[in-house]
């Protein structure tokens, strides 16, 4: 165990072998997106979309580095069966509430691995007919990618490992660690191991 990771995270990290993107490395990449995004943005307003729920924490650090006028939005999807979920489709549980056409679309996603899902959801949101519709991943996983997707901003590169924190979940936990990680295969196989959680 790494009592360091231990000492500063609290009881979430006890499960965790190695940190692999640190806090301080998102903020400074994030803060680099968010230049970026408010110089090619300016005078556009455009419309930030993110699908729930691993891309909260993404989605509100970036917003408070944008320094240009923006807005906001989610979708929320379920997959169907594994054999749908392998043609990447899914099923919208909850749509967009601000109209899109004509207007500048962000799509901010936290990672991106084969693309299906990411691919899926720019079909529907192209049909709206935006002015424009462009993609922000934080952590892009190029090992399995299926779909050729322009990813017009990239945070990180990651190896083709199962990563946990900073929005992405294990059976929705370890979303709430600020960093990046790779878990013990322990905790991989086991649920119900963390403190208080059902
Ligand atoms: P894909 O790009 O269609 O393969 O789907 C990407 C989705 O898989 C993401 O939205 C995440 O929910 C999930 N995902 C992919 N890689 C990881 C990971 O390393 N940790 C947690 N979730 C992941
Ligand atoms: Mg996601």
Redesign the pocket.
Same mark, same amino acid.
């Given at each position: 165990m790494n009592e360091s990771i231990l000492e500063r995270y609290g009881p979430l990290a006890k499960d965790i072998r190695e940190v692999v993107i640190s806090e301080e490395e998102i903020r400074r990449r994030v803060a680099e997106l968010g230049r970026a995004i408010s110089n090619d943005y300016a005078g556009k307003c455009p419309v930030l979309v993110g699908?729930l729920k691993?891309v909260l924490f993404l989605m509100a650090d970036l917003l408070r580095v944008i320094e240009i006028p923006v807005e906001v939005d989610f979708l929320a999807v379920a997959s169907y069966s594994a054999e749908a979920r392998n043609k990447?489709m899914v099923r919208l549980i909850k749509d967009l509430e601000i109209p899109i056409y004509g207007r500048h679309v962000l799509f901010v996603?936290?990672?991106?691995?084969?693309? =299906?899902? =990411?691919n899926y959801l720019l079909n529907s949101l192209r049909d709206r007919q935006p002015a424009s519709l462009e993609v922000c991943v934080l952590f892009n996983?190029p090992a399995?990618r299926l779909l050729d997707i322009p990813l017009r901003y990239k945070g990180f590169d %990651?190896p083709d490992?199962?990563?946990?924190g900073y929005g %992405?979940? =294990?059976r929705e936990r370890y979303r709430n660690l600020p960093f990046i990680g790779l878990l013990k295969p322990e905790a991989v196989k086991e649920q119900g191991h963390l403190p208080g959680c059902p």
């Open positions: 699908v691993g990447g996603e936290d990672v991106i691995d084969t693309g =299906l899902t =990411l996983k399995h %990651l490992r199962f990563v946990v %992405l979940d =294990l």
